[in-house]
């Protein structure tokens, strides 16, 4: 059945929905559904998912791989990143959420929102939103996870916001030895810069990733990014 609009439109009108009517999300996102003739959010997105690129995203991904998936506020980053978890989950791995901006029911909400119930991964999935999240943390987390872990960082640019905490640079390089050694997946959600304009290019790319302090994006050996539904992914070596 074709949509009326893209389900990343969907999704916002949802949000909106939920936000105006002081409604849960996911009763926003079932009427929603209902408008598109479905029964409810979870047949909608289920039937959708074979066209989602998140399977096609994660297939290229390898142990050892650090991801930055940029976009600004409010164009799915988050949801781009429960997708490959769900991906990466369904295939029989494990995977780690660390959020320095969401609570765990934000998270789960964000999960019903892709159409999926958390407790069908029980014991897959960890979630972690702890005010010392840093790379020394999040390596310490996964000293016992097994090769193909996916793990999410939300967000690159806010890994250094404490004085205390190494610089971002530092941190990255790190993480990404750590990956390596380990066999890990770790994709960092991040933010794009405010001087970039969609009038001029349909989607950001490496040179619209904001860094507030200095940070060597080579590091990174794929790159994501979204805008207004449209996607761009690619190897960056």
């Known amino acids: 059945m074709r949509l009326s609009a893209p389900i990343f439109h969907l999704k916002r009108k949802a949000k909106l929905l939920s936000r105006d009517e002081g409604i849960p999300l996911h009763k926003a996102l079932d009427r929603i559904a209902v408008q598109e003739g479905y029964s409810g959010w979870s047949l909608l997105a289920s039937k959708q ?3 989602a690129p998140a399977g096609k995203i994660f297939a290229q991904l390898v142990p050892g791989d650090l991801m930055l998936l940029g976009a600004r506020p409010g164009q799915g980053k988050t949801l781009m990143s429960l997708e490959l978890a769900v991906e990466a989950m369904r295939s029989g791995k494990r ?16 999960f019903r929102a892709i159409g999926v119930e958390p407790a069908q991964f029980d014991g897959q999935f960890d979630f ?11 390596i310490a987390a996964l000293a016992s996870a097994p090769r193909g872990t996916i793990a999410v960082i939300d967000y690159l640019q806010l890994l250094d916001q404490r004085r205390e905490n190494p610089a971002l640079e530092v941190q990255v390089g790190a993480l990404r030895s750590f990956a390596q050694e380990r066999g890990m997946i ?3 959600i991040s933010q794009i810069d405010r001087s970039y304009d969609p009038s001029k290019k349909p989607c950001p790319d490496i040179r619209d990733v904001r860094l507030p302090n200095p940070l060597d994006l080579t590091l990174f050996s794929k790159l994501c990014f979204l805008n207004d539904g449209d996607i761009r992914f690619q190897s960056a070596r």
């Open 49 to 51: 998912s074979a066209l």
């Open 128 to 138: 972690d939103c702890s005010d010392a999240i840093q790379a020394d943390y999040i």
């Open 95 to 110: 995977c780690a959420f660390y959020s320095l901006e969401y609570t765990e029911k934000d998270i789960l909400e964000r």
């Open 186 to 188: 770790i994709v960092f």
